[in-house]
């Protein structure tokens, strides 16, 4: 079964399920992206801020699967926020992934307090514009980052990649971003591993078959969100991937979105600096 993809209002279309390498240390990531794509994963989520670009680079290139059916995301260092910073910490990303484009680029993160994300926006205008990224997208974002890009953008982000999984479900930044055409990629879409053991997920899994991870994954498919779940053991990798072959009734996919509670388990956007 293969994985559907989304329109982004770049014109380019993203595979609605990727392959995240966050925490996944420098020197394992090629044999475990290696791995993801052998699993057939063709959609992988890295960033500069997880120092593992070069091994991700490495199992693209050792592959031998064609340049244009894998979907790259990276994303910007906080660091690297300011105009020109924005472009030289693209350049160092492109170098170590060894890549003459990426499918998305990312701010990985607001950042107010530096109040240079606008700037750094605009830098990556000209990213897209000249074809380096195929498709440019903010991360962490809330509706007022997104007001600001907005009011001053000519290129509205492709993507807002948040956390969100059953247990906060995001739900103001998502329709605040689809009202402008923005997609919703859900980070940490298992909840860091702590929704599969919700009991309530439990008897929908065992209705349908299949595990608690895929019927969390399979719920953020069916609300139309882009998804890219971690693992490093192969076989979780083919379980999380496993996904297209069943439905979720309307009524299941209702009690998985009652299942939110309001807390985040990664930062709040606007403290981080
Ligand atoms: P996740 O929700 O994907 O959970 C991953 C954990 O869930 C694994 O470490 C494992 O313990 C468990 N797991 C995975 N598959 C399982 C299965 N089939 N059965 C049982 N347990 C399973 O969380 P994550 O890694 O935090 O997020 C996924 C990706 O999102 C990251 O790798 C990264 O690419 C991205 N991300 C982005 C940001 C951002 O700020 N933009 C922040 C965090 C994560």
Known sequence: MSVPVIELNSGRAIPQLGFGVYKVEPGDTERVVTDA?????????????????????????????????IFVTTKLLNADHGARSTIE?????LEALGLEHVDLYL?????????????????MEGLFADGRARSIGVSNFLPHHLRAVTDAATVVPAVNQIEL????????ADSFGREQGIVTEAWSPLGRGSLVDDPGVEAIAGANGKTLAQVILRWHIQRGFVVIPKSVRRERMAENLDIFDFELTDAEVGIISALDRGGRLGSHPD???
């Open 37 to 69: 794509l052998e699993v057939g994963y063709r959609h992988i989520d890295t960033a500069s801020m997880y120092g593992n670009e070069v091994g991700v680079g490495a199992a693209i290139a050792a592959s031998g699967i064609p340049r244009d059916e």
């Open 271 to 273: 403290e981080v600096t």
């Open 165 to 172: 999984h059953p247990y906060y479900q995001q739900r103001e």
């Open 107 to 123: 701010i990985h993160w607001p950042c107010p307090e530096r109040g240079l994300y606008v700037e750094s926006w605009l830098s």
């Open 89 to 93: 910490g693209f350049e160092r990303s």
